[in-house]
């Protein structure tokens, strides 16, 4: 069964640096790709960021330039370095696994972590 832990978000203020983690059991982590999604309040799902099994990254447009993702196939874990916080950035996160080694569809979804950006 494949389990998708994130660690715990917090809260930052505007401009600063917040660092989720995200260790994936139940199968090869490296054989698929990962990636991240929000929501926040009232809004819809998005996705965040995704990388694929051979490290092809994508963002989506409001966070270019300011998040990072990145794996480490030997520990199993997806990371999002996020920077130069906004307030609109304000939301719970997801950590997701896709089910191939491309950012296609999610298979799986960890339970969510809460970031909080203070103006």
């Known amino acids: 069964q494949v389990q998708l832990v994130e660690s715990e978000g917090g809260l930052a203020q505007a401009g600063g640096s917040v660092r989720l983690s995200c260790v994936a059991s139940g199968r090869t982590f490296s054989n698929y790709a990962m990636g991240w999604f929000r929501q926040a309040p009232g809004k819809e799902r998005e996705r965040v960021a995704a990388?694929?099994?051979?490290?092809?990254?994508t963002y989506a447009d409001p966070v270019k330039g300011r998040f990072t993702i990145s794996r480490d196939n030997a520990k199993n874990t997806v990371t999002l370095q996020m920077n130069s916080l906004k307030p609109e950035d304000t939301a719970v996160y997801y950590c997701v696994q896709y089910s191939t080694a491309y950012y296609s569809s999610p298979a799986y979804w960890g339970k969510g972590t809460l970031v909080t950006v203070s103006s």
């Open positions: 990388i694929t099994r051979s490290g092809i990254t």
